[in-house]
Nanobody, 118 residues
């Protein structure tokens, strides 16, 4: 069973940047499966933010983050990344990685908090 651990969250001002990481351990060969990032803010619906295929050549983004966020992966390090640029206050949320293409019911981590202040 794969385990996922997110890190890299924090508090930044609007316009700032963060890089989130999601380290995978155990389970299948990491490069075999798609990965995605979700976020959940209090009082808001959960949102699929970005997804990437096993080889890293295929990606998808929510319209709300397109052009600002970049998903990537390093299969040699079993690690998924999410680069967050030009952050807005509405990006404040708990961010989760999941072992699937936009499926929050799949194996996921415990999340890392991103807080953006104006």
């Amino acid at each position: 069973q794969v385990q996922l651990v997110e890190s890299g969250g924090g508090s930044v001002q609007a316009g700032g940047s963060l890089r989130l990481s999601c380290a995978a351990s155990g389970g299948d060969t990491y490069s075999f499966y798609c990965m995605s990032w979700f976020r959940q803010a209090p009082g808001k619906e959960r949102e699929g933010v970005a997804a990437i295929n096993g080889g890293g050549s295929g990606t998808a983004y929510a319209d709300s983050v397109k052009g600002r966020f970049t998903i990537s992966r390093d299969n040699a390090k079993n690690t998924l990344y999410l680069q967050l640029n030009s952050l807005k206050t509405e990006d404040t949320a708990m961010y989760y990685c999941a072992k699937a293409w936009y499926d929050f019911t799949a194996t996921r981590g415990r999340g890392t908090q991103v807080t953006v202040s104006s």
